[in-house]
C-alpha cells in the first residue's frame, strides 16, 4: 500500500542553519504531496503542496519539490528561525498518508 | 472565520466506558475526517465523509467505533467501549472538496486517555 518515509527527529539546528527533512514515498498512481506543521500547542496546518511532478509549493519561506524520478518531496529552508520549531509531517493522497513526523529545535 | 471546532479537548474515562467525540467543520465544507494520531505518530485516517457519506471508513474498526455525519455538517465519533490502547488524540479536520485540490483544516483535537 501507499506510504510515507521521513527522517527520524529530533534535529535540532542552531538560527540561520539550512534546512533539509527528507520524505520520501510510495504509492500507485499520482499522488499529491503535503507538508503539515504542528507548532506547540496548536492544531496541524498545511505548510505547502504540490499536486504534480516538478511542481514546487513554497511558503514562509519553505519549499519542496515533487521529484517523481526519486519518490521525494524534501523540504528545505534556506536560514531557519528559532519560531520555526515545531513538528513536521509529510502526506500524501488520495488516501491521506502521514509519515510520523519530525521535530525541529531551533536555538537562538 | 471560526476554524473547525471540537469538543471535549480532554476525556479521561475507564475502560469499558463508552465516549464520544463531537465535531463542527468549517461553515460550507462538505468534507470531514476523523483521525488518530498516536504519540509520536502521524495522524492515521479513520473515516472520510463527503457531505453525510461515508465514503471511506476501511480503517475505522467497526467492533467498538462508530461514526455518524447527520445533515452532513456535524460529525460525531463514537468508542464503545473504549479499550486501554484508545489512548490517542483524536482529530477531526474538514476541507472544501477533495484533498487533493483543497487545502485540509484541522481542529485541536481531543486527548483521550483510558485508565
Known amino acids: 500500500g501507499d506510504s510515507v518515509t521521513q527522517m527520524e527527529g529530533p534535529v535540532t539546528l542552531s538560527e540561520e542553519a539550512f534546512l533539509t527533512i527528507n520524505c520520501t514515498y510510495t504509492?500507485?498512481?499520482?499522488?499529491?504531496l503535503f507538508w503539515y506543521v504542528q507548532y506547540p500547542g496548536e492544531g496541524l496546518q498545511l505548510l505547502l503542496k504540490?499536486?504534480?511532478?516538478?511542481d514546487k509549493g513554497s511558503n514562509k519561506g519553505f519549499e519542496a519539490t515533487y521529484r517523481k524520478e526519486t519518490t521525494s518531496f524534501h523540504l528545505e529552508k534556506g536560514s531557519v528561525q528559532v519560531s520555526d520549531s515545531a513538528v513536521y509531517f509529510c502526506?500524501?493522497?488520495?488516501?491521506?498518508?502521514f509519515g510520523k513526523g519530525t521535530r525541529l529545535h531551533i536555538l537562538p | 472565520e471560526a476554524g473547525v471546532v471540537q469538543s471535549p479537548r480532554y476525556k479521561i474515562i475507564e475502560k469499558k466506558q463508552p465516549v464520544a467525540f463531537w465535531c463542527n467543520p468549517i461553515s460550507g465544507h462538505n468534507t470531514l475526517y476523523w483521525y488518530l494520531q498516536n504519540l509520536g505518530q502521524g495522524p492515521e485516517l479513520l473515516i472520510r465523509y463527503e457531505n453525510e457519506e461515508a465514503v471511506d471508513d476501511s480503517q475505522l474498526p467497526k467492533d467498538r467505533f462508530s461514526a455518524e455525519r447527520l445533515k452532513g455538517v456535524d460529525s460525531t465519533l463514537k468508542i464503545q467501549p473504549a479499550e486501554l490502547g484508545d489512548s490517542a488524540v483524536y482529530l477531526c479536520?474538514?476541507?472544501?472538496?477533495?484533498?487533493?485540490?483543497?487545502?485540509?483544516?484541522f481542529g485541536p483535537g481531543t486527548r483521550l486517555t483510558v485508565l
Open positions: 502526506a500524501l493522497s488520495p488516501g491521506i498518508i
Open positions: 504509492a500507485t498512481g499520482y499522488p499529491s
Open positions: 479536520a474538514s476541507s472544501l472538496g477533495r484533498v487533493n485540490y483543497n487545502e485540509q483544516f
Open positions: 504540490a499536486t504534480k511532478a516538478d
